[in-house]
């Protein structure tokens, strides 16, 4: 099949199909390095009784409204994930030579489905472990950060890597925007989504995580708390919504949505408080 579509550039794939002999169930067309820029690969064309999977880069989709993530109700639990397989994502993606300090098993840990506390030092990659392991996963991650100017320079850094199923939602986003982002969280437009703690206990957003919960093409992941230790710092203060994010998350999503912690400081006793959190 990949021979009949690289010969004829994605067209007359339908009359030729008609001429195998074997019966086709799944049409597989996979060109992730294809750029559509000059027009020189057109879809695949959907056949009668056959069902057609066309695989691009961000690329060749720009519009994220049409494009369609891959989706289960379930999350994965790898075993035994192999140390090159991560270190071809890292350097293909990520463009990064090779993890640093604890970054390998945490993102190990976190991809067997673990609650993980992650302390590294600032500067040493600890958004990189939400990031590789959400990607590995089907369904949406949910991070915590407790400023507007660190959603946006992660939101944006993921931007920068070409990873643009993503947002922001703060007070900054205001009317259409924020109803299209909500809009594509519950239909699985989304990959990353970074909210502050005090979102999570918004009636709207809630909701919008038990459509997401109830999807059956849908659920969430991971959520990430990203300088956690503000849950002690902060948490027994003025924004109390850091005690509350675990119970909250899971009056409307399941029970066992791992939850990762990072921080790059956190003395012994506020990353018990994180824990019993």
Known sequence: LSKIINKNNGTKVSTELKNINTKVDVLIDLSVLTRNFFGIVTDTPHLNGVVVATIRTSDYARDTASRELAYSKH????KNVNNKSLAFLLQNIFRKVSFRENQEKAVKDALELHSVIALLPTGAGK???????????????????PLKSLMKDQRDNLLDMGIDAVAMINSFIKGKERKRIMSGI??????????????????EFRNCLKAVSADTRNHLSYLVIDE???????????????LRLSDTVRTCTRDDVPILALTGTAAEDVLQVIKRV
């Not at 956690?228 to 850091?242: I, L």
């Open 75 to 78: 999350s994965i639990k790898y």
């Open 127 to 145: 958004s990189l472990i939400y990031q590789i392991s959400g990607l590995l996963q089907p369904g949406l991650t949910v991070i915590i950060d």
């Open 186 to 203: 519950e239909t699985h437009k989304m990959k990353f989504i970074f909210v502050a703690p005090e979102r999570l206990q918004m009636v």
């Open 228 to 242: 956690a230790h503000c849950v002690s710092e902060w948490g027994h203060d003025f924004r109390t919504a850091y």
